[in-house]
């Protein structure tokens, strides 16, 4: 799949696969999508990298990256960049795959209502309450600590297979 680049003036909304939060400055994101290969060396070592992700059946593991640009002049205050984007439909978010320099990363079990870190999330089974596995995490939220500056760029991604 190619890149897709949305800008949004004024008042900037940050938009992931659906899901919005707001920015106050000119922020621009680009999400890709990318299959992760395994390629075997001479040497029988397997290395990962990524592909573009035009052909993806069941099993495949791909990364979803968002990068961020402050397109605007005026710096985006510190904590206001927050990415939102849920675990895609048929697919399973992969153990501590998710990563953001300079952000916090919280996962939701309940389709994006309430957010804790991956070790304070718990689901009910069968009617206990256990905590919560990758498999359960249907949202990701990375809030960007630092200010964003003018033309600052950064990006976010976590991986996850195809069911």
Same mark, same amino acid.
């Given at each position: 799949?190619?890149?897709? @680049?949305?800008?949004?003036?004024?008042?900037?909304?940050?938009?992931?696969?659906?899901?919005?939060?707001?920015?106050?400055?000119?922020?621009?994101?680009?999400?890709?999508?990318?299959?992760?290969?395994?390629?075997?060396?001479?040497?029988?070592? !397997?290395?990962?990298?990524? @592909?573009?992700?035009?052909?993806?059946?069941?099993?495949?593991?791909?990364?979803?990256?968002?990068?961020?640009?402050?397109?605007?002049?005026?710096?985006?205050? @510190?904590?206001?960049?927050?990415?939102? =984007?849920? !675990?895609?439909? =048929?697919?399973?978010?992969?153990?501590?795959?998710?990563?953001?320099?300079?952000?916090?990363?919280?996962?939701? !079990?309940?389709?994006?209502?309430?957010?804790?870190?991956? =070790?304070?999330?718990?689901?009910?089974?069968?009617? !206990?309450?256990?905590?919560?596995?990758? @498999?359960?995490?249907?949202?990701?939220?990375?809030?960007?600590?630092?200010? *964003?500056?003018?033309?600052?760029?950064?990006?976010?991604?976590? =991986?996850?297979? *195809?069911?």
């Amino acid at each position: 799949m190619s890149a897709k @680049a949305m800008s949004l003036k004024f008042v900037a909304v940050l938009a992931c696969l659906g899901w919005i939060a707001p920015a106050f400055a000119d922020v621009r994101l680009t999400t890709t999508v990318q299959k992760m290969e395994r390629v075997a060396a001479p040497d029988g070592t !397997v290395s990962s990298r990524l @592909a573009p992700a035009e052909k993806v059946i069941p099993g495949d593991e791909v990364r979803y990256t968002i990068a961020f640009e402050n397109d605007g002049a005026k710096p985006v205050d @510190a904590g206001t960049v927050v990415i939102t =984007n849920p !675990v895609p439909e =048929n697919t399973q978010y992969i153990a501590d795959s998710a990563f953001g320099s300079g952000t916090s990363i919280q996962f939701s !079990v309940d389709g994006g209502k309430t957010f804790h870190a991956a =070790n304070e999330l718990t689901v009910v089974r069968d009617g !206990v309450e256990t905590p919560a596995t990758p @498999a359960d995490y249907t949202t990701i939220r990375w809030t960007f600590g630092p200010a *964003l500056a003018p033309a600052q760029k950064s990006y976010v991604s976590f =991986n996850a297979r *195809l069911q």
